[in-house]
């Protein structure tokens, strides 16, 4: 019979958790506290945004937090883990900050009753709070507003089998659209707020008020959370450009690099080097590997 000790070393190491992801444990307390609400976590996703180190002021002018409340808000996600300090330097007179990480999950145990019902309130209260303040920024709009999208069907429809799995996955490409719009959100040296001045659902229409943008939140079961968490992390395609994006899935959808600089009003020379760019970003070495790359996004 094997020891306990000799056991252990048998089994597999725990899987981990990605470099890019953090996790937050619903019995802690402080750290929850620090995603608690949609400022807070605005203000990590607005940080997370400028992909390099900022200031308080940079962070207050693109955010809109007063100068208060933001440095409260960047103490309790810099206790969390989520953010961390960088200490003023000769060149640099004042302490930047810079996020730990590109999402955080919430763990716990789904067998434990007490923690399954914590993670449930928190998730409950945080899309309460945002919901309200969709709400509010949203106010009256009229359906014809400039800047609106909106289309809805009404009637009896029978979906065939395979009408289904289209509607489903055009939806689905819609959702992969919009997380690269997502993920394209880089914050520069901003002279004005860096805000959210869209709201998507099935409808896309503009705010009367911006608003923060959020980050995703995970929360999974502490064993299932490391796949969880790698998942999200492969399933995100690297930030291209818009002219990238649109060489990109041109290229998937099997258009010859002519077509598709005749198609953009470029030089055939130009969609060749975009297009190493591209796959140098991607990480692939031909146009299967990047068709499976895009996923929904290239079957647009």
Known sequence: MPTNAEAAADRPPAPSLPPDTRAIDIRDAGALSAIGTPE????????????RPATLQELSVASGVPAARLAAAVD??????????????????????????QQFVVTFDTADRAEAQAVRRHMDAV??????????ARGAIVADAKGAVSH??????RLRPDQFQE???????VDEFVNQI????????????????????????????????????????RRTAPALARAASESTVPTLSQREQEIAIALAHGSSRPEIARRLG???????????????KLGVSNRAE?????????RL
Not at 87 to 96: G, L, N, V
Not at 167 to 173: D, F, K, Q, S
Not at 266 to 280: D, E, F, G, M, Q
Request: proline share 7%; aromatic share 4%.
């Open 182 to 221: 997502a993920a394209d959100s880089t914050v520069g040296d901003p002279v004005e707020p860096v805000l959210c001045d869209h709201v998507i659902e099935v409808k896309v229409t503009p705010l009367r008020k911006p608003l923060l943008p959020m980050p995703w939140i995970l929360a999974a079961d």
């Open 76 to 101: 309790d996600l810099a206790r969390a883990g989520l953010v961390r300090a960088l200490p003023a330097r000769a060149k640099r007179r004042q302490p930047t900050y810079e996020v730990t990480c």
């Open 266 to 280: 470029l030089s055939p020379n130009t969609v060749a080097t975009t297009s190493k760019r591209i796959y140098a």
């Open 167 to 173: 509607l489903r996955r055009r939806l689905h490409a």
């Open 290 to 298: 990047l068709a499976n790359r895009l996923g929904a996004l290239a």
């Open 127 to 136: 899309t309460s709070d945002l919901t309200k303040a969709v709400a509010e």
């Open 40 to 51: 807070r976590c605005g203000v990590f996703e607005v940080l997370r945004c400028f992909r």
């Open 152 to 157: 809805e069907s009404r009637g009896k429809f």
